[in-house]
């Protein structure tokens, strides 16, 4: 993701911040990557105090999930505003037009979740254009230490953490109710959620939605490998799947891939040998990409 920020915006200089758990032992390879790109990275340890016992999942929801929503309380007082990126995005366009998004006086700017949006659990889809993702977001850092945002977010999870129909998507579900009328849709270029080309939730939606959808693909800012991860599989996210290859590439992780549960590795031989099939199925038709984003002549 890193990598991707600097080599798509060679002309800019970043401050970035890196939050990190208690866990981590060794930033040479981010001094390594600032220095390459001339640029400055910040190793921020977390106290995960205010935060210990909040709902986690394996493999989905860790604490450090919970730590975007103490960037406030993080961050310098000399830092008025912020852009907020998951670990998991490539950027592949020029990011200074999301940095001078105007928030007009709101608490937050993010991309609404496609999917959660149209086919969410309870309140998520009685606002449909409102439930942002919080994978990307542009936060107005001053008004949330003017009033208290962190510890009202915070305090919503600790009320309803037991509820499933108000934190079911945990931090992200936090900060759309907390925020319900403080915060800012963006265009879906910002955020743009791989996770729509899954056939079951193409479908979904209207002839119109899919052609805005491929519409804003053509300026993608920054692409959200929700669903199915590009270093897990190579299903057929085609130029997508490519600019995250190249990024890789030009990473100081080239080598890199996460680890697959040994379960799911029995699971992928046992489909792969008793039911070729079936797999060979999955793997073509459920990830689909419509032939005007293979196109795109920014990939």
């Given at each position: 993701m890193l990598t991707s920020l600097f080599e798509s915006n060679k002309d800019c200089r970043f401050e970035v911040f890196v939050f990190v758990d208690d866990t981590f032992s060794n930033n040479m390879s981010f001094v390594k990557l600032g220095a390459r790109y001339k640029q400055r990275i910040n190793i921020v340890a977390v106290d995960d105090s205010k935060i210990a016992g909040l709902p986690v999942v394996e493999g989905w929801v860790t604490s450090p999930t919970y730590y975007r929503l103490l960037a406030?309380?993080?961050?310098p007082e000399y830092i008025h505003k912020s852009i907020y990126l998951d670990c998991d995005v490539i950027v592949s366009g020029d990011i200074k037009p999301l940095w001078k998004v105007d928030l007009e006086g709101m608490a937050v700017a993010g991309v609404k979740d496609y999917y959660l949006s149209k086919c969410g659990r309870g309140w998520r889809n009685d606002t449909p254009n409102d439930y942002i993702n919080a994978g990307v977001l542009v936060v107005d850092l001053d008004l949330w230490r003017k009033e208290g945002i962190s510890g009202l977010v915070l305090d919503y999870l600790w009320t309803n953490r037991d509820d499933k129909s108000k934190v079911y998507y945990m931090d992200q579900d936090a900060l759309n109710a907390v925020l319900l009328d403080k915060k800012l849709v963006l265009p879906e270029r910002f955020n743009y959620q791989v996770d729509i080309f899954n056939?079951?939730?193409?479908?979904?939606y209207s002839e119109e939605q899919r052609n805005c959808f491929i519409e804003e693909g053509k300026a993608v800012t920054v692409i959200h490998y929700l669903g199915m991860k590009?270093?897990?599989?190579?299903k057929n996210f085609g130029p997508l799947f490519n600019r995250w290859e190249e990024m890789r590439r030009k990473s100081l992780w080239p080598n890199c891939r996460a680890y697959i549960p040994w379960k799911k590795q029995i699971k992928f031989w046992v489909k792969r040998t008793f039911f070729p099939r079936l797999l060979r199925h999955q793997l073509k038709e459920l990830w689909f990409m419509p032939k005007e984003l293979c196109l795109f002549p920014s990939f």
């Open positions: 406030s309380e993080l961050l056939k079951n939730h193409w479908f979904y590009p270093w897990r599989s190579r």
